[in-house]
């Protein structure tokens, strides 16, 4: 695994479950040291003992030369980051081409690249070109794509048993060793679509784009219900049961954050621009600005609970991580509204379940506490941004015992409206009369 991020780790953990001898290399010899020592450096369910049992059964290991993998690999999976370019949409390719080019001129016998890192299409190609160039062993490096497609909070499921597998290849050998690679995994009954490189590379973009376009379409709605005094959650109720849409990705709330839809739809954009088909894609422009406006769209609330009055009012966040069951802030819309209220005077309170560590790094200058109590201790206004177990089961009598004023905004329609406004609530949320 060339990269232990969230991709890497968690896939060079489940491919040890699987049976397969693993090496994951990365460049920062402290992730290594915590990885070889059995701890995950991110917060992701049931990961951490896999990676115990696995490194415990000789399985797996970790390293940071590029000289041991490329001795030691029959398949080396690509699994770093693509960030989005500063003050750009494009996709930032920087780390990808640093593996393939230290990696390749090791390489002296077959063996095949495969691809799982979101990149924008052609870029395999690319690879595929570099690699012939410089690697000894030329041709009989065979390079595919096997895009991925981990959800945060259920990644090990995700990997051990996926919805489905895609394999771009340009030969019949690029595919068996991809089948090989995944026999345990397709032995249990997972599709397969085997594709060309291009088709294989625009999955993952293509998959992201349309769950975003249907988490801000419903979103879009939530604006309209505000304006007639219509109640979204309703209408994504009634809009879920019709089989053409269903249901998954159709709850009005906050929008979407993370390392993954914002910045792949932005470099699917950017990529569409330099093929001469930008057109095709000008609808992502508006999914991205409806995701925003609903963070600008909390705050609107916020002041209006507030009366327009923020200086030396405290508010309670609950939520950091840009979704439950994971400590990843990259793009949060919680702390993005978090840090807003607090430039416009809050004092602002944030507690998360796992990502305290993360968002005190990222975000020094907002305050902290240990609890969701201690969070909304002499809170003039709480909103939930992050839909966390934790927050959905809190009991508003007893937090109302301890704020200063009962007010609430359920960013992510989570809470029953009824319960809490029963126990002397304010109760707000969007798309909500």
């Known amino acids: 695994m060339l990269g232990t991020g969230y991709l890497g780790a968690t896939h060079a953990v489940c491919m040890a479950s699987l049976g397969f001898d693993v090496l994951g290399l ?85 063996c095949t690249f495969a691809g799982k890192s979101t990149v924008p299409v052609g870029t395999a190609e690319r690879i595929a070109s570099r690699i012939a160039a410089s690697a000894p062993a030329g041709d009989d490096v065979e390079v595919v794509w096997n895009p991925e497609f981990l959800r945060e909070g259920f990644a090990v499921d995700d990997t051990l048993h996926p919805d489905r597998l895609v394999f771009g290849v340009d030969s019949q050998r690029g595919e068996q060793a991809m089948r090989e690679a995944f026999a345990p995994v397709i032995a249990g009954g997972t599709p397969v679509v085997v594709t060309d490189l291009a088709t294989a590379q625009l999955v993952k973009v293509a998959a992201n784009a349309f769950l975003a376009t249907k988490i801000s379409f419903i979103n879009a709605m939530a604006e309209v219900c505000e304006a007639t005094h219509a109640d979204v959650t309703k209408l994504s109720e009634a809009l879920s049961h019709d089989s053409r849409i269903g249901g998954r990705f159709l709850h009005a709330g906050l929008g979407f954050g993370g390392g993954c839809l914002p910045k792949d739809i932005r470099a699917f954009m950017a990529r569409a621009g330099e093929l001469g088909v930008d057109q095709a894609l000008t609808f992502l422009t508006e999914v991205d600005a409806i995701n925003l406006r609903r963070r600008a769209r909390m705050v609107d609330l916020a002041r209006e609970l507030l009366d327009d009055t923020m200086a030396h009012r405290r508010i309670a966040i609950l939520g950091a ?11 949060s819309p919680a702390l993005d509204v978090a840090t807003r209220l607090h430039h416009a005077g809050a004092d602002v309170v944030v507690y998360d379940p796992a990502a305290m560590d993360n968002a005190r790094i990222r975000y020094p200058d907002l305050t902290y506490a240990a609890s969701t109590l201690e969070a909304a201790h002499g809170a003039h206004l709480v909103l939930l941004l992050t839909e966390w177990l934790e927050f959905r089961e809190a009991d508003p009598a007893v937090l109302a015992e301890v704020v200063a004023a009962p007010n609430i905004v359920d960013g992510r329609n989570a809470l029953d409206p009824d319960r809490w406004r029963a126990a002397g609530w304010t109760y707000r949320a969007l798309g909500r009369p």
Request: glycine share 6%; charged share 25%; net charge negative.
């Open 26 to 110: 990365d460049v920062d010899p402290a992730k290594i040291a915590r990885l070889s020592n059995g701890e995950v450096p991110f917060y992701e369910p049931g990961l951490e003992p896999l990676l115990r049992k696995t490194l415990a059964s000789g399985r797996l290991r970790f390293t940071t030369s590029y000289e041991e993998v490329a001795e030691f690999g029959d398949v080396h999976f690509l699994c770093v980051g693509t960030p989005q370019k500063d003050n750009e949409y494009a996709a930032d390719l920087d780390y990808v081409y640093t593996a393939v080019t230290t990696l390749a001129p090791l390489l002296t016998r077959p």
């Open 321 to 331: 991580a840009f979704k439950p069951n994971s400590d990843d802030i990259r793009d």
